[in-house]
């Protein structure tokens, strides 16, 4: 199980929301580039980044600080997401140092959008499925689409993604549990991995995910708790490690 702390970029901080609100958030560092290198210290390999103001904006706002992130730490896997919305921004992070890139809001609005990045850079696209009920929200968690997740990712699927990451809008930054019930529906709906994301708050939330891992759940975001403590992620790390 891979564990993937979360750096969440507004106005060039590191913060978190509670339920994607803007308006209810919480900065906990100024300087991102080092709460980068804190938890690759802990032993993590790879991180989510996730452009906030793009998200909102449509267009990277944050990208000089990933691009920092990318320059400082060149061994650690990194996946970004947030206001992605055309494959100029796709090859710019790419050629910044970014492993993987997820599509969101675009990959909802425009399915072949994902299809074509899927030919112009194998391997390196995730498609970002964050749900409400069932319905996938987008323009940064603004709206609800009438789409079911499930019938998305089974076309994403198809386009070639390498992977889905799942989010609980309710659960997001609520440290209330993850949704495994819907997590492990849409990972045995699909053969691409999925990554599960959205409420994860205690080692009990990651020992339940180990547990159906054989699922097709390759790993775990983890934001607010690391943040606030409930989670210690180098020994988080050490116990999946035990228990796989």
Request: glycine share 12%; proline share 3%.
């Given at each position: 199980?891979?564990?993937?702390?979360?750096?969440?970029?507004?106005?060039?901080?590191?913060?978190?929301?509670?339920?994607?609100?803007?308006?209810?958030?919480?900065?906990?560092?100024?300087?991102?580039?080092?709460?980068?290198?804190?938890?690759?210290?802990a032993?993590?390999?790879?991180?989510?980044?996730?452009?906030?103001?793009?998200?909102?904006a449509?267009?990277?706002?944050?990208?000089?600080?990933?691009?920092?992130?990318?320059?400082?730490?060149?061994?650690?896997?990194?996946?970004?997401?947030?206001?992605?919305?055309?494959?100029?921004?796709?090859?710019?992070?790419?050629d910044?140092?970014?492993?993987?890139?997820?599509?969101?809001?675009?990959?909802?609005?425009?399915?072949?959008?994902?299809?074509?990045l899927?030919?112009?850079?194998?391997?390196?696209?995730?498609?970002?499925?964050?749900?409400?009920?069932?319905?996938?929200?987008?323009?940064?968690?603004?709206?609800?689409?009438?789409?079911?997740?499930?019938?998305?990712?089974?076309?994403?699927?198809?386009?070639?993604?390498?992977?889905?990451?799942?989010?609980?809008?309710?659960?997001?930054?609520m440290?209330?549990?993850?949704?495994?019930?819907?997590?492990?529906?849409?990972?045995?709906?699909?053969?691409?991995?999925?990554?599960a994301?959205?409420?994860?708050?205690?080692?009990?939330?990651?020992?339940?995910?180990?547990a159906?891992?054989?699922?097709?759940?390759?790993?775990?975001?983890?934001?607010?708790?690391?943040?606030?403590?409930?989670?210690?992620?180098?020994?988080?790390?050490?116990?999946?490690?035990?228990?796989?």
């Amino acid at each position: 199980m891979l564990l993937i702390p979360a750096i969440d970029l507004k106005d060039g901080k590191c913060v978190r929301l509670r339920q994607g609100r803007m308006d209810d958030v919480t900065v906990f560092s100024d300087d991102p580039v080092a709460m980068a290198g804190r938890w690759q210290e802990a032993g993590a390999r790879r991180l989510h980044l996730v452009d906030l103001n793009g998200a909102f904006a449509g267009r990277p706002v944050n990208a000089p600080v990933i691009q920092r992130i990318a320059d400082a730490y060149p061994d650690l896997s990194i996946q970004v997401g947030g206001g992605i919305r055309d494959e100029e921004t796709v090859e710019a992070y790419l050629d910044a140092g970014v492993q993987f890139v997820i599509i969101g809001t675009q990959a909802v609005k425009e399915s072949h959008f994902v299809q074509d990045l899927c030919l112009e850079y194998p391997g390196h696209i995730i498609v970002g499925l964050d749900a409400r009920d069932g319905k996938v929200a987008v323009n940064g968690w603004s709206k609800l689409s009438k789409h079911h997740v499930i019938d998305l990712a089974k076309t994403f699927e198809r386009n070639g993604a390498e992977a889905i990451i799942y989010t609980d809008i309710g659960r997001d930054g609520m440290m209330q549990g993850v949704n495994i019930d819907a997590t492990v529906e849409l990972a045995r709906s699909i053969s691409i991995p999925v990554i599960a994301s959205g409420g994860i708050s205690s080692m009990d939330d990651l020992h339940a995910l180990c547990a159906v891992e054989g699922e097709g759940i390759m790993g775990a975001i983890i934001g607010r708790a690391l943040y606030e403590g409930t989670i210690d992620l180098a020994t988080a790390l050490q116990s999946i490690g035990a228990q796989n």
